[in-house]
């Protein structure tokens, strides 16, 4: 059984014994709707009289909710405040809730908000919404369509008053969402799907199909071509597995681009930690070590869709971290694609090393004065950052502050952490190499040093933009994937995109380097 997400900016008329609703709002946006306005999805199952209470009746702390008609017509409250850590959009509540209200059968959720949130909240319900299922109980189940109905409110700047029906989602703007909506989901059935099925062959034909999409052949070099083409990083890491490791490219060269832009995805399909193996609480979950690869593997398709002005790059390091003969050994030394020389002190710190030949690959080869790296990476996010905010290191401090607003707008939020490489670059020295790949003091900055360790083979003197985007922890929730990262990227660089419900979100109208 599936749900497929259908996305409208107008009311349908509706029954809700045939079809359920959820209205979703901010408390004062779900005031200044009249009950004529919603009439249409109540046939004759609510009278105003009920409504008119239940908005009363409504105090949200977080959320709350009242029931109109039965269990088939429901209101919900979103959260009154936010903190200016959080989203205005209030996006894991959206998803919370929706988890929670929907009944899995053709049925409707209407949702209100301002212009600013509506791509925010429209990503939100698509996360509450996983592919990836081997549940017997949903086999010869027929598919549900849920449509969501993006109603757009707008306030008075005279009087602070809300009001509807001012503006509607325009199309381009709901294909966006449609589109993005497509992407998260997808990149959450690509992590939570385990690596008996998604391993490097499966992900490389996932990348294949959204090529189709696009109508972009990928650049794959897999195997032996790795290790002769210098790429020790990716190579070492995956050369003790069944399926090979692979680099895979997508690129997107418009007429008329004046800047190159890639984006670098950590793809592990499964990390056992290699011969500095996992323990047996830390080894499950370890199928979603591929979540930055997903996500920037979906977050390229709606760049693409949406009309990237600028060359733009998906370049995706895929390997499994297994053990075997073959399996690369604590004292190692590999020479990665950059010419530098690593001691492997730790088979465990193993994205670093395939993102180090990414990122190398995207200066040396794509000629790239933007790269940006994605990737579950460290532990020690989760313990910086948190659960909800990916962590941020950067070269510009600009950008540290552009990523917040990003994913303030967006609903995946960010947080700057420590960028001093200059102080914390030396936990990797080794005597016999050019550097270790794990730290001597694992109480120093942990999260930054696994950043700089990657940057660190484009050069630290890199004149362009850099930005390494640990998401640890927002890549999952409560053993589900979330399909984090599509809208921090297509937000982040929104100024470069055709589509103006992006250029609108993007916390910049030009790329302005440090």
């Known amino acids: ?144 369509t849920l449509t969501i109905e993006v109603i757009l409110v707008s306030q008075c700047p005279k009087t602070g008053e809300f009001k509807i029906g001012q503006e509607e989602l325009s199309t381009s703007e709901l294909d966006l969402i449609q589109n993005a909506a497509f992407a998260i989901r997808n990149t959450a059935k690509i992590v939570d799907t385990p690596c008996n099925v998604m391993h490097t062959d499966q992900f490389v034909e996932e990348i294949k199909e959204i090529g189709k999409l696009l109508g972009i052949t990928p650049k794959i070099i897999r195997d032996d071509e790795l290790r002769h083409g210098g790429f020790g990083g990716i190579y070492s890491v ?12 997508l690129s997107h060269e418009p007429t008329g681009a004046t800047e190159t832009v890639a984006w670098v995805g950590k793809g592990i399909v499964y990390d056992t930690g290699g011969l500095s193996i996992k323990s047996k609480t830390q080894m499950p979950s370890m199928k979603g070590d591929c979540g930055g690869a997903a996500a920037i593997l979906n977050a390229f398709y709606v760049a693409v869709k949406a009309g990237f002005k600028e060359n733009l790059h998906a370049v995706l390091c895929l390997a499994e971290n297994s053990v075997g003969p073959l399996s690369t050994r604590p004292d190692d030394v590999i020479t990665m694609y950059s010419g530098k020389s690593v001691e492997v002190n730790n088979t465990d710190a193993e994205g670093r090393l395939v993102l180090g030949d990414g990122v190398a690959y995207a200066k040396k080869d794509l000629g790239a004065s933007i790269i940006v790296d994605m990737a579950t990476l460290t532990g020690a996010q989760g313990i910086a950052t948190g659960k909800y905010h990916a962590a941020i290191l950067t070269n510009s ?118």
């Open 1 to 144: 059984m599936g749900v497929h997400l259908k996305y409208k900016g107008q009311l349908e008329k509706s029954d809700p014994r045939e079809a359920p609703v959820t209205i979703i709002g901010n408390i004062e946006h779900l005031k200044s709707v009249p009950f004529s306005f919603l009439q249409p999805k109540f046939g004759n199952r609510v009278s105003e009289e009920i409504y008119d209470s239940a908005i009363v009746s409504l105090h949200p702390s977080p959320t709350d909710s009242c029931p109109l008609y039965l269990n088939l017509a429901t209101v919900i409250a979103l959260p009154k405040s936010c903190s200016r850590s959080n989203t205005p959009s209030h996006s894991h509540s959206i998803t919370k809730v929706v988890k929670s209200s929907v009944n899995m059968v053709n049925e409707y959720i209407v949702l209100f908000c301002e212009k600013k949130d509506a791509f925010a909240s429209g990503c939100a319900v698509a996360r509450a919404f996983p592919l990836y299922t081997r549940k017997s109980s949903s086999l010869g189940k027929e598919d549900s």
């Open 238 to 249: 995956g050369q003790a597995a069944i399926h090979p490791p692979a680099l895979v490219i």
């Open 397 to 514: 401090e600009a950008w540290e502050g552009y990523a917040r607003k990003a994913g303030n707008a967006c609903g995946e939020l960010t947080f700057p952490i420590v960028f001093a490489p200059e102080l914390h670059f030396s936990q990797f020295n080794s005597p016999i190499a050019d550097m270790k790949n794990s730290v001597a003091d694992r109480e120093n900055a942990l999260a930054s040093c696994a950043g700089l360790f990657i940057m660190s083979h484009i050069g630290f003197d890199f004149p362009g933009l850099f930005v390494h985007i640990d998401m640890a922890s927002p890549v999952s929730i409560s053993e589900r994937a979330t399909g984090y990262g599509v809208g921090l990227l297509n937000t982040m660089f929104g100024h470069y995109s055709s589509n103006e419900m992006l250029k609108s979100l993007s916390p910049i109208t030009e790329y302005l380097p440090d």
